[in-house]
């Protein structure tokens, strides 16, 4: 990888350069900037360059653009391999135990939500749309889940891992059944119709670190690498779940978050359903056993059962969460 050649590519001189988490902190002459290998296909760095673009045009100004080539691209391309530069912006990271840094990030992923509506990719993207899956992506996890439980069963020699999976899957099973019950009976599909219309955009890793809090107290918005076309209360949910594992699971705490966040954009009673849905949804469960019995992740049978772990010992303040949240939805 060579640093000054990719850099000249984009019309900058790098006058120093340092590693900083696995990408490249390099000081220029257009200022600091981060240099980066991607994993992205052409069209599919189109499709992010091209929303960021869009919001930045609309004049949420707070995220982190890409370089532009002198090709007229938002990457260059070295050998096989695909590289961004983008503004490097100083500052911390929001930390969500701070109801201060909470309730700013809140109101700005609402911000980016009502900012980036609309958009519609350059010719040449990959659109990214997620747009009316929801319950294909669930019917396909809970078939999952049941096959894995087979898989266990006929193990004649069953691992802890196996016996500790056994003992819990009939409960998030029916955990998934009751989300996709909710989600069935719920104005989904409405919704979906709508969102075609309107193309909202989902950051779709909205967390601590994807939100830098700089000197003047701005919250930015960087890596939007996941983005796509969604719900936006896909977003509105995920980053309250986030949340909750780390406040176990305080319903007080994320009607706060709602509130923050409906005050710059409405939250509606057909979005509280579906949040519901995901709430319900055991995602984390099915994550960790999709890696542990699709061998996607290569980790030790004692790092699974952590990960494991980390996930089962919440079940019953989840569940307190669902039904208080139920409860006040309805």
């Known amino acids: 990888m060579n640093i000054e050649a990719i850099a000249?590519?984009?019309?900058?001189?790098?006058?120093?350069?340092?590693?900083?988490?696995?990408?490249y902190l390099a000081y220029t002459d257009r200022g600091t900037k981060i240099i980066k290998k991607s994993k992205k296909e052409p069209e599919k760095l189109l499709y992010i360059?091209?929303?960021?673009?869009?919001?930045?045009?609309?004049g949420f100004h707070n995220i982190d653009r890409f370089l532009i080539s002198k090709q007229g691209l938002p990457f260059v391309i070295e050998g096989e391999e695909l590289y961004i530069m983008e503004d490097f912006i100083f500052g911390r990271e929001c930390s969500f135990l701070n109801p201060y840094d909470r309730s700013a990030a809140m109101r700005t992923l609402a911000k980016l939500h009502i900012y980036a509506q609309g958009y519609t990719p350059p010719t040449g993207a990959a659109e990214k749309n997620n747009i009316g899956k929801w319950e294909k992506n669930y019917l396909k996890k809970i078939n999952d889940l049941a096959n894995f439980k087979e898989m266990a069963k006929k193990k004649k020699h069953k691992?802890?891992?196996?016996?500790?999976?056994l003992e819990d899957v009939d409960f998030f099973l029916e955990l998934a059944w009751r989300a996709y019950d909710t989600l069935r009976n719920s104005r989904y599909k409405i919704l979906?119709?709508?969102?075609e219309s309107i193309k909202p955009i989902c950051h779709h890793d909205y967390t601590y670190h994807n939100i830098i809090i700089d000197k003047y107290h701005r919250m930015n918005v960087i890596d939007f690498d996941y983005s796509c076309h969604e719900l936006t209360c896909y977003d509105l949910a995920a980053v309250i779940q986030r949340v909750m594992r780390r406040l176990s699971f305080n319903i007080d705490i994320a009607i706060e978050m709602i509130i923050d966040y409906d005050r710059v954009k409405p939250v509606t009673d057909d979005e509280f359903v579906l949040m519901l849905s995901l709430?319900?949804?055991?995602?984390?469960?099915?994550?960790?056993?999709?890696?542990?019995?699709?061998?996607?992740?290569?980790?030790?049978?004692?790092?699974?059962?952590k990960k494991y772990y980390e996930v089962v010992e919440d079940k019953e303040f989840m569940l307190d969460f669902i039904d208080d949240f139920r409860r006040i939805i309805t």
């Open 8 to 23: 000249k590519e984009f019309g900058v001189r790098v006058l120093d350069i340092k590693p900083l988490r696995g990408v």
């Open 49 to 58: 360059h091209g929303l960021k673009e869009y919001i930045y045009k609309r």
């Open 159 to 165: 691992d802890d891992f196996d016996k500790m999976f």
């Open 192 to 195: 979906c119709r709508v969102a």
């Open 279 to 305: 709430f319900e949804f055991p995602q984390r469960f099915w994550r960790v056993t999709d890696r542990y019995y699709s061998g996607k992740t290569q980790m030790s049978e004692e790092k699974f059962i």
